[in-house]
């Protein structure tokens, strides 16, 4: 009921997978000389149309799916054909290499949307590069910024997000029952299946050398944080009280008729808050026994499933989120004079600095800012403060002490 | 394809709860008085057949399925009942209520299993109760004990485990919208739906008080500890070099022949070691903001999925595991004396410690057993120790040094 | 350098708590007639004063810091009382007594500032029983409730998890080096030492049957989570733009003068945030081998110290935030205003349902109110509104659309 | 007490590296021209020799330490100087380089005992690449390996693991109070800054976008797999049942003087439990609030400081454990032995395949690898067999069926 609104791996993306490496190796081992051309021919006609749930059924008492599947597709092919299935490879070979593919596919489609949802913050950064709005430091109003730079710090996240997972090695599995190759010893076959499945060859089988399974965890934990702190901001400045962006559509209420809800945000949040955990139990599986787990690796199936459904998912929404976000620069403006300049108090002080030492300025204009007088008339009116009403104006003006922040913002976009 | 290795709960589970808890509420509001009698019926004859995948498709825009179920309904009965359903409740009354049903019915499941694996293995203690074996501390040989308080630990550890499971609150949840029960203001009808559901009445609704989810979770979580606990004991039990048990029927291998691998326990331990990482997430998920969450709300249910069909199915293959278990107990004896007595070192210890002190007699006792010498004659002909031949192999018979071993099984039998 | 500011546990906690359970060991042995009663006097009078650095880096070696302070012990007293120093005992059954005696320390300081926070809880909800605020979900504004009830949640929320707390497990441990009290077998001393300590007696030793470990981890989980949902409220609530709460005193900032933060809450989120991560560690840590873990054991006793310590700390600093708690009035009613009556949309369509079916009404006062007109206005100016400008205004009052809010509340506060 | 187990970071090292940020600033403000000279100079004269205890009860009120050191930074130096401390920075910006600077002087030490260790596998490989033993897999017998090829596979891991660290970007922080550099506006400052502590520049200030924390979280757990992984294996080859290594020198046991426990492995193993849950709450922390997180900043601070103590010391003690591992060539050749020459059936198989076809060698020779009497005189027996007993040793030889396993050795090797 949920996979729409979270994101799954289908089944049948991953017999897809498990019957694609079946057939790479058959492959290989023909291109190697170690079986008949034929067989592998054969072979790799068969499609990846078996029954899931039979299949799945099946792997309970072997404990996992390719056992039955070898069975089916020795079925399929001669008698003659079926004697090269799955020839010298063990279970986690086609288990691991169809895991990658499966891994692959999802990152490969996550790229592309992080790469629409950066191209749409960079579209913001641009636009609003002059947006004054107020940054919030610990939820309080803390100083004037742009909306240009707070779309540029998520534009470099979500790059750095994206690169991470471009670094990814997904590399094919072949090493036999116990890593050694025992059935054919031919360390081209493992090259060769690679090359076949476009995955890379690794140094040496790794099936109880979790590495790549634990930095696809870390990875895809790096980018839950960056999409779930995009949400997280968008969803406290669509907060009612705020109201400085919204969705391009709301979602509804089932007995509420004036809600618009955040429901991009809001789903993204779930999914980022649930990634935590499915990475922790990933690296937690990579202490694996000996040459073949018993249970680590089992372990891993169903926590990839749910990584790779629900960052695809959450990807695709994010593009969507920044891409049709709706922002009110009025009520960005509004806001930042809010506290009747109070959020300009550095500025004052920094003005006031090369009079009086920044020390006692900032105790000086502290009090003052606490006094809960209206901060102009109060800074107007005592005689400690050595500006005139034109300096106090341009120190008041937001506008003017935005730092670096468009510099910043050109810097991100430069990218 | 991993739904029967490693359970799933299903999209009907959740649909027929939500339903039921549509169905619960018309009931509890036409026996308050708030709607006709009639509605009531209509709405509670509706069965439960919607397409799971279709609302789920359509949640995406709202953020959750009770919005499109609760039209599917209205169009299920007439114009004037279609009025009356979900009257007063807000999605999060009818989702919250529904994952209650479904834990619940997962639950009770769990401890049926629980309960038969429990029996198993006060059967085993009862029937190895004088089955000497050796003790294993830090995966070394300790001393003797008996296989018997092995059982009667697991036994202690599943009932305590399922004490936490009797223990937890399965309460309904409706406050509507905003949990003041704003439309109909009557508190009878809270206490009614809860009645008609068999759910606990909360003192008053807990729609960002996740109290109860994190509790389930602690107690998923005790759970999956104490099932692994089993599952790697009887892993390592299993191990080729140590033989002591066997699975009923072993897991074969793609490509080894000879292998029969312990399958359940291996899947159990998979299950196992998932389950810390998802409690996690829904711990993680408590912090709930205001009146309803932006997104740790809908974090939980997938969470909630996962972690109730993987221990639903943990347990009932604990339950098998522990039923058909293999002991070999000749192989148990002969473990024991592998180290050719040294095990039985701190009772020589003891049977010394009277005529020469504790000290000195574990500094001498030391020396001869990591002297490389058969302990039992570096024993004899050492002129320090003052022990007869006989008190010596007194000292040396394992099953004279199982301490307290049979009163704790008797103990653990008699709960 | 964060040990103030996060909590700990201290080396000394440790130590008391050793030397603690080691003097208890000895009087029960003498109580039970196993050793004489000089000898557990002597051992009882041996001040709890070791150089806890010395011991940690001897611990190294074996590791845990139980075999050092044996030898330690033993040089403080004669060498005749020497001898029955950690007589029959395994380290393990010293460290997870001292665990359980560290634990229960902390938890029954833990419950002092539960119940304290809880009663500033109860006397926010009496004193603010009718103080209207605006209820939001999705952070989007919903409907009016009462701070009364939002107190009455959290009270709610803290007795709950107080209860979770008390119903905790603290159990001694004595079984000697493998469970079977080989050594003296004598059951009566575990019993006699359980009670010395003011600890349960467990059924059978629990050397690796971790549920003790596990609901304690559980319990905290779900305090962490009752804990960080106050503060994020709070945090929320005092957010510049929405002012309805403030903590008693702001954490001033580095930079700017005008800063008040809510240091309290931000500070309990911290640790709230991390207890997930550390619950999840010791529920991995419960699948422990045969009769003493290799490891995961020993990955108990950190994450037991940061658990206890920031959870202590986040308790008493809980207390002292809700206790100091300051309401705005005033400014909860102007945000319950702040979008012209639309929050009262589902009051209208309430008002009108009888009339012509909620249905339409829905239909009718979505329309209406998201048409960008001032919502009063245009429900007085359209004709398919049958309601007199009387009703309208007592349909748009917030006060008169409270449903069940002050029963709630009040039954609450009959806890 | 449990520092020297389990690996710390120190409040000096904290200390150091605040202070050193706070000199990096004014000398990087110095050299841009922004403070005089001779203010920096009195500046990175002081020394970090502050109370941190102090520090540390003082940065309760304001959430952060750097506020108290500010100001004992300034008692030090002359008023004029004074006024030069910390100008134009964010508390943010000191704690995040301070806390780049502990993570990189970590990671350094970690580099060195990684390479230290992956030495030492290279020349247990290299000496051990003829050393057959068994291959196990789900903890059964397989088939033959070496375990030259087992040090190998170590060896990959931890270089990938060490990769995976040289890798990490450590940037310095450093943006004033909402990342605009609203003091004095010179990117220049920032650039100096980090090259004045050798640190990476980055695009802009990261103060909400947490990736570097995340990133370093994904490589502290993937290195955390790997030693764990190393650790399980020598522990479960160093049980008293399989006793093919043993460490250095064994930890003994309070209580059993024959006992010699792998103590390096188990705390390594305990090490390795602990990481995932701080890594996961590492991930967590990512999502922060607009321009500074309200707790989920916090939350990094402790778990920083677990993840750097816990890992540092679990690389030096692999380091140590893996240096100094006793390996038995005579049980491993042993062990392979135990069974009868089944764990060869995958290679009788392969001898048979060219007559019969693999299928229905597999299942002659499964039938009589399962038939309980001894392998080699059922398969001499055995009509079907058209082998000499010749062949039949020649496939019962675990030596002559290695299959690629120098090969792989070879490899790993020349990395």
Same mark, same amino acid.
């Given at each position: 009921?949920?996979?729409?609104?979270?994101?799954?791996?289908?089944?049948?993306?991953?017999?897809?997978?498990?019957?694609?490496?079946?057939?790479?190796?058959?492959?290989?081992?023909?291109?190697?000389?170690?079986?008949?051309?034929?067989?592998?021919?054969?072979?790799?006609?068969?499609?990846?149309?078996?029954?899931?749930?039979?299949?799945?059924?099946?792997?309970?008492?072997?404990?996992?799916?390719?056992?039955?599947?070898?069975?089916?597709? @020795?079925? &399929?092919? /001669? %008698?003659?054909? *079926?004697?090269? $299935?799955?020839?010298?490879?063990?279970?986690? #070979?086609?288990?691991?290499?169809?895991?990658?593919?499966?891994?692959?596919?999802?990152?490969?489609?996550?790229?592309?949307?992080?790469?629409?949802?950066?191209?749409?913050?960079?579209?913001?950064?641009?636009?609003?590069?002059?947006?004054?709005?107020?940054?919030?430091?610990?939820?309080?109003?803390?100083?004037?910024?742009?909306?240009?730079?707070?779309?540029?710090?998520?534009?470099?996240?979500?790059?750095?997000?994206?690169?991470?997972?471009? @670094?990814? &090695?997904? /590399? %094919?599995?072949? *090493?036999?029952? $116990?890593?050694?190759?025992?059935?054919?010893? #031919?360390?081209?076959?493992?090259?060769?299946?690679?090359?076949?499945?476009?995955?890379?060859?690794?140094?040496?089988?790794?099936?109880?050398?979790?590495?790549?399974?634990?930095?696809?965890?870390?990875?895809?934990?790096?980018?839950?944080?960056?999409?779930?702190?995009?949400?997280?901001?968008?969803?406290?400045?669509?907060?009612?009280?705020?109201?400085?962006?919204?969705?391009?559509?709301?979602?509804?209420?089932?007995?509420?008729?004036?809600?618009?809800?955040?429901?991009?945000?809001?789903?993204?949040?779930?999914?980022?808050?649930?990634?935590?955990?499915?990475?922790?139990?990933?690296?937690?599986?990579?202490?694996?026994?000996?040459?073949?787990?018993?249970?680590?690796?089992?372990?891993?199936?169903?926590?990839?499933?749910?990584?790779?459904?629900?960052?695809?998912?959450?990807?695709?929404?994010?593009?969507?989120?920044?891409?049709?976000?709706?922002?009110?620069?009025?009520?960005?403006?509004?806001?930042?004079?809010?506290?009747?300049?109070?959020?300009?108090?550095?500025?004052?002080?920094?003005?006031?600095?090369?009079?009086?030492?920044?020390?006692?300025?900032?105790?000086?204009?502290?009090?003052?800012?606490?006094?809960?007088?209206?901060?102009?008339?109060?800074?107007?009116?005592?005689?400690?403060?050595?500006?005139?009403?034109?300096?106090?104006?341009?120190?008041?003006?937001?506008?003017?002490?935005?730092?670096?922040?468009?510099?910043?913002?050109?810097?991100?976009?430069?990218?």
């Amino acid at each position: 009921m949920f996979e729409a609104l979270f994101g799954t791996t289908s089944a049948q993306a991953w017999l897809t997978a498990l019957v694609d490496a079946e057939k790479a190796l058959a492959t290989a081992l023909a291109e190697a000389g170690v079986i008949p051309g034929q067989a592998a021919s054969e072979i790799a006609a068969v499609p990846a149309d078996f029954d899931t749930a039979e299949l799945g059924r099946q792997a309970v008492s072997v404990g996992n799916p390719v056992v039955p599947l070898v069975r089916r597709l @020795r079925e &399929r092919v /001669s %008698a003659d054909a *079926g004697r090269y $299935v799955h020839l010298g490879a063990t279970s986690q #070979d086609i288990m691991d290499t169809a895991a990658m593919l499966v891994a692959k596919n999802a990152v490969d489609g996550m790229l592309v949307d992080l790469s629409a949802a950066a191209d749409a913050c960079a579209s913001l950064a641009r636009e609003h590069r002059d947006t004054v709005m107020i940054a919030r430091t610990l939820m309080q109003h803390a100083l004037p910024t742009t909306f240009g730079l707070k779309c540029a710090g998520w534009l470099v996240s979500l790059d750095e997000a994206a690169e991470n997972l471009r @670094r990814l &090695r997904f /590399s %094919a599995q072949l *090493g036999g029952a $116990v890593g050694t190759l025992s059935v054919f010893s #031919d360390t081209a076959v493992p090259r060769l299946f690679a090359a076949e499945l476009g995955l890379d060859e690794p140094v040496i089988p790794w099936h109880t050398n979790r590495t790549r399974m634990g930095e696809l965890a870390g990875a895809f934990g790096v980018l839950a944080g960056v999409l779930g702190k995009i949400a997280l901001d968008v969803t406290l400045l669509a907060q009612t009280e705020v109201g400085e962006v919204a969705e391009s559509s709301g979602g509804g209420s089932s007995t509420m008729p004036h809600k618009q809800n955040p429901v991009r945000s809001v789903l993204i949040t779930a999914a980022a808050k649930r990634i935590p955990g499915l990475v922790a139990t990933m690296l937690a599986a990579m202490p694996q026994e000996h040459e073949r787990a018993a249970g680590a690796w089992h372990a891993e199936w169903e926590t990839l499933n749910s990584l790779c459904g629900t960052l695809s998912t959450a990807c695709a929404r994010t593009r969507d989120l920044i891409t049709g976000l709706r922002v009110d620069r009025d009520r960005m403006r509004a806001n930042v004079d809010m506290t009747g300049g109070l959020v300009m108090a550095e500025a004052v002080v920094t003005a006031l600095a090369p009079s009086m030492g920044r020390a006692t300025a900032s105790e000086v204009v502290t009090e003052l800012a606490t006094s809960g007088r209206p901060f102009r008339a109060a800074l107007l009116a005592d005689p400690r403060i050595s500006l005139s009403e034109e300096d106090i104006d341009r120190a008041l003006d937001p506008a003017g002490y935005l730092g670096s922040a468009n510099e910043w913002t050109d810097r991100a976009l430069r990218r």
